[in-house]
């Protein structure tokens, strides 16, 4: 690489490099970083690449549509996961869950590992943390695990929770389809699963635990990452993460019937008594078994799923060249399917189980007040850090800066590249607090550098959204929620420092996986 070419490389990854900076060193978050990352751009392609006002106005343009497609899926789950937050179904499943087993290991793998990744299933940014937390404090174990475990146990389903809104992403800033990218995705993220597993009982207990608990690691874990992977490689991948979370409790349950896992405190289904009328089990888990049966049929009937994306919202673009010769094709922006998104299917299901709910007593005055107010504030900050982060990422792509780095990138780790796909990705979201941020911002540097290496394209994105998966356990901004509800605010060092170690190893694996498959 000539000094010049090193120079413009270095002005290209600029703006990322802001962005790192200002999170990493002085702890911003990313709505404010992702709008210094964008200011950055902006300079950047004016100045060394070329890009016009016409170049930059139809960029951010792209970059609304695609925030558009994203947060559809957000703004959804959050209205989803409240309207059964509301109930106290969370409290019941985990109530319920957390019973079956006197067994220690065994409780973290349940509640840190199943169920954390049940919720991110249902809502991400920060639930699964925020709600499994507690509960494991309240059973008597440290804080520092309590707050790591939930973090490791549930990094694992993020590329296809919520929704499948980080692979979503992923498929719409790269432009491939989802069957192309989900067989290889799947297969890494399923390795992941048992490495998630292991590492949740390693921080409680090392070895000793492990080799107690590798019974039930192998069976639930066997049968998580199978699910995922049926469902992700036959079109429905929107289902994957909370299915696969799901058959993960059902899993559970069975397990906890093995002599060594039996538990011995006589455990019912019940919740504790509350103010208002009991719940079961089952019937908390109603709002996803509503969830499924909408959903399926959405992706699976033909006439079903043409008549939902029959009404779909999108622009033009003409084709727009910058002064050095760069080329953006005409084309359509991102589409967004107003009656069959997977935003619509989750506003679908948040209104039925809203009235199934309501019609069993089991809300109280003003819930759907509450039920808004929190989904605002979840949703609010979510929202600025995505479309900042998207529309500079779009500009980056718009003006050839991402075309630069992945050139340079391939011309200095050549085929060992694959290698660090995966700590992209990680970096990515650790950056970021959000895989799908890592996929916006990453995917097409590391689609296009698969392309010029000559390497597998499936396999580097693959490793990319793993990667971003694993990462979403360093987050400091998924910790920082953690910590403040177990009363450790302030004290997050020592929990990033533990899950940090735990996350390098499984970025290291993917990346050997990664580099062992990835010739084109």
Known sequence: MTDLLLVKWLLAFSPIAVVLILMIGFHWGGGRAGAAGWFTALIVAVLFFGADATLLAFAQMKGVLLSLYVLYIIWMALVLYNVVDETGAIEVIGSGIKQ????????????????????????????????????????????????????????WSVTYGDMASSFQAMIAVTGLSGEYLAHWASVFLGITVFMCGLAVVHVYGGFKAIRRSLVAIVIIGSVMAATQYALATNGLWTLAGFVAGMVGIVASILVSRLPMYRNT??????????????????????????????????????????????????????EITTSQGWVNAAGLGKKISVFGHAGALLLYTSVLSYFVYASRGYYKEGALGRIWAKTVKSGVSTSIGIVSMVCFALMMSQSGMTNLLAEGISTVFGEAYPLVAGAIGTLGAFMTGSNTNSNV???QLQMNTAEIAALSVPVILAAQTTGGSIGSMLAPAKILVGCSTVGLSGKEGPVLARTLTYGLIMTAIIGVLAFLNAAG
């Not at 699964?128 to 146990?153: D, K, Q």
């Not at 455990?267 to 089990?281: F, H, I, Q, R, V």
């Not at 019937?283 to 699976?300: G, R």
């Open 100 to 155: 079956l087993t006197a067994d220690k290991p065994f409780q973290l793998l349940i509640l840190g590992w199943v169920f954390a990744s049940f919720l991110q299933g249902v809502a991400g940014f920060g639930v699964p943390i925020a709600v499994v937390g507690p509960l494991l404090l309240g059973m008597g174990f440290p804080p520092l695990v309590a707050v790591a475990v939930p973090a490791i146990g549930h990094s």
């Open 265 to 318: 405190n006589g455990g019912t289904e019940e919740a504790p008594s509350t103010d208002g009328p009991k719940m079961s089990l089952t019937f908390a888990l109603s709002a996803y078994i509503i969830l499924i049966a909408i959903v399926a049929p959405a992706e699976i009937i033909g006439p079903l799923h043409k008549f939902l994306g029959s009404v779909k919202l999108s622009l033009m673009f003409p």
């Open 441 to 443: 911002v990453f995917a």
